[in-house]
């Protein structure tokens, strides 16, 4: 599986160089927690100490923990439940996680597709989350689910696909 965060475009709204980590639901409590909702399956992102980025700037990760189905987060210098609540709707960004046994989103977005008889079946233009196993969306259309891919280098994916795959549509 590839390691889930969005790919950022450098848009006002989208740090260059940053990969969308989550956004900030609702206050929890009285003592600054906010409610997290991850899009990244990197969960060390909200230990201790990290570093993330927001529209306002840099924020400490202070508190956290997991409670039952969501991430509970606090911020340093986010003391009280009326400063957590002005963070609702905040979208949180970190730097690309170094792991060269991962394969990044980020990554992989732009980069062609060459499937096991040198066919370049298009560019990835996302990643998308599903159940059974995330899929690369062609700039073709096509789908291909990620447990296909055999290896990545800079620029190309390489896959193994079922004959007559890209035939498809």
Do not use: Y
Not at 4 to 22: W, Y
Not at 58 to 87: H, K, M, Q, Y
Not at 96 to 116: A, M, T, Y
């Amino acid at each position: 599986m590839a390691s889930r965060s969005k790919s950022t475009s450098g848009t006002e709204s989208h740090p260059a160089g940053l990969l969308e980590i989550a956004t900030v639901g609702r206050a929890h409590g009285v003592r600054g927690d906010v409610v997290m909702h991850p899009v990244t399956n990197r969960l060390e992102r909200f230990d201790v100490g990290s570093k993330l980025i927001t529209a306002a700037g840099e924020r400490v990760v202070s508190r956290a923990r997991f409670d039952g189905n969501r991430w509970l987060v606090s911020f340093e210098g986010i003391d009280d439940r009326d400063a957590a609540a002005a963070l609702t709707g905040t979208t949180v960004f970190a730097e690309p996680l170094d792991d060269p046994d991962e394969l990044w989103v980020h990554e992989l977005c732009g980069s062609s597709v060459i499937d096991q008889h040198g066919f370049d079946a298009g560019v990835i233009r996302a990643v998308v989350a599903n159940p059974a196993a995330d899929l690369l969306e062609l700039d073709t259309g096509h789908l291909v689910p990620l447990t296909f891919v055999v290896r990545s280098e800079p620029g190309a994916v390489h896959v193994e696909v079922p004959d007559g795959l890209f035939e498809l549509g």
